[in-house]
């Protein structure tokens, strides 16, 4: 069931509870019960919620932090810490965003509802499709009291499309190995491109050979799974450029021969992160008003290890016609990557953006949070470090040192798909993504291996897939 977010002058008579936002350093109105919020140890942090009575109503005291570390991105964390608390009511109301406004100097209206209705919905969302018991989630409807402008609601629908999207990428990720093939997924994003008006192209085991798709049929070799190619197009009127967004499809990443240890194997049905974001980013670029042309490259495949599996030693051929021994067969993000980003290149688009849960390299350097970012062009990496920075994504640079490249030679082919086992793993894969970037088109390669899951629950996520990227990648587009 759909969420209603609508905003209204006061709160509706309907309302079962209002959620009202406090800074950490100012004095709280004194119609809240200050005394049992100071005895109960209420310190409103950004993202601590409290349930007290007032006026012989609920009320959900919101922490939005110190009022001089405020910004618009901080209500995505106030309205999911509301939502989460508030999941047992159907209705309710909340001045967060005038209770911000009135003490934040020159915030953006818009921007702020549209974060907020973004966390309302993050903060909501539970993936209850195996338990016998769902999980109890009652919330339907949020008034944001205060203002009813239009920036206002317009910031309300694109945060409620964009948190949609990242939602979508969520479900795609926490769905298990086992039930999301590659032909399963692929039909969900058909499914979604036909809802989104997007143009969309499926291609099949046959379709993958007739295209020379190498690197994903060989990483499909070992899987009783047929793999998927999917290619979406959103096409808005009058498009000021062409952008290619490329996501890693791998639903389960058993390491192939080279297979991975019980404990490393446990969560990767999420392997598919990059291209869930992708699809969960493609499915909202319509609503938020994209002005550009996007085109969207999943390759789909799982990595398993049966009895005509790719050998260690393998040599595989890329579409674009390079060669790369396989040594280590987990290493096949980027043998499916190479297929998609030389298809993507072919069609010359203005910059192109891949996301994969690639590395646990890029993990160990950033940790679970951030994601490693690379590029071959300045200009195109600051664009996406500042569309990720205002989308409250958090991505740092990584270099892409041409030295390293030797790592990669081979005695037999164009390159191994692995470098030397001395550190700096997330270089070296996105060294070998670069070697498919067509000529003089500006790049960035998104390293989501660690943001992409989460196994602590945090405000505006649960346990399980982020949907982390939708945000970066949807404001990349829009804001073009
Ligand atoms: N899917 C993994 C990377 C990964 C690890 C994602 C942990 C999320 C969490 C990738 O396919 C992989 O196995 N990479 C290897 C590469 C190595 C064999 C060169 C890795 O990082 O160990
Ligand atoms: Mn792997
Ligand atoms: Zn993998």
């Not at 702020?112 to 769902?134: F, I």
């Not at 298990?176 to 085991?205: H, I, R, Y």
């Not at 990767?268 to 869930?276: L, V």
């Not at 190479?338 to 690639?358: G, R, Y």
Request: charged letters at 20%; glycine letters at 12%; one cysteine or more.
């Amino acid at each position: 069931m759909a969420l209603t977010i609508t905003t209204a002058r006061s709160a509706p008579t309907a309302a079962e509870l209002i959620g009202v936002g406090v800074f950490s350093d100012l004095d709280r109105p004194d119609s809240l019960p200050n005394a049992l919020l100071d005895a109960r140890g209420f310190d409103a942090k950004l993202g601590k919620a409290m349930t007290v009575e007032a006026d012989g109503g609920l009320v959900v005291v919101i922490g939005l932090g110190k009022s001089d570390e405020f910004t618009e991105q901080s209500l995505r964390r106030a309205g999911a810490a509301l939502a989460k608390t508030a999941r047992r009511q159907k209705v309710i109301a909340t001045t967060l965003l005038t209770d911000a406004a009135s003490v934040v100097n020159g915030m953006n209206p818009g921007l702020g509802a549209q974060c907020l209705a973004e966390g309302l919905e993050l903060g909501r969302y539970v993936h209850g499709t195996y338990k016998s018991k769902a999980p109890r989630q009652d919330l339907k409807k949020v008034t944001i009291v205060g203002s009813t402008a239009k920036a206002v609601k317009d910031g309300v629908g694109l945060g409620q499309a964009i948190a949609a999207g990242q939602v979508l990428a969520r479900d795609f990720v926490n769905e298990p190995g086992g039930s999301l093939t590659p032909a399963e997924f692929a039909k969900q994003a058909a499914a979604m491109a036909k809802k989104s008006g997007l143009s969309c192209k499926v291609m099949d085991l046959a379709a993958i050979k007739k295209a020379k798709l190498g690197g994903l049929l060989g990483v499909n070799r070992g899987s009783d799974n047929h793999p998927r190619f999917v290619e979406l197009t959103y096409s808005p009127p009058k498009p000021k450029a062409t952008i290619a967004f490329v996501g890693k499809g791998i639903t389960f990443d058993a390491g192939g021969l080279s297979i991975k240890p019980g404990n490393g194997m446990m969560t990767m049905k999420m392997d598919m992160g990059g291209a869930a974001a992708v699809i969960g980013a493609m499915s909202c670029l319509s609503a938020a008003k994209v002005p550009v042309r996007v085109r969207a490259y999943v390759p789909m495949t799982d990595n398993m290890l049966g009895g005509d599996a790719t050998r260690p030693g393998d040599v595989l051929k890329i579409r674009n016609g390079k060669t790369i021994e396989v040594l280590n067969t987990d290493a096949e993000g980027r043998l499916i990557l190479a297929d998609a980003l030389s298809l993507a290149s072919e069609a010359k688009p203005d910059a192109i953006v891949d996301l994969a849960t690639l590395t646990g390299a890029a993990v160990g350097a950033l940790g679970p949070k951030i994601a490693a970012l690379m590029s071959n062009d300045e200009e195109f990496a600051e664009k996406v470090e500042g569309a990720a920075s205002d989308a409250g994504e958090r991505v740092w640079r990584l270099p892409l040192p041409a030295d390293y490249k030797s790592q990669m030679d081979s005695p037999i082919a164009d390159m191994k798909n692995i470098g030397k086992p001395m550190g700096g793993g997330a270089l070296t894969a996105g060294l070998i993504l670069q070697e498919f970037v067509g000529e003089g088109i500006p790049w960035v390669h998104l390293d989501i291996a660690g943001p992409a899951w989460t196994d602590g629950e945090d405000v505006e996520s649960r346990k399980g897939g982020t949907g982390f990227g939708v945000r970066t990648l949807v404001e990349l587009a829009r804001s073009w």
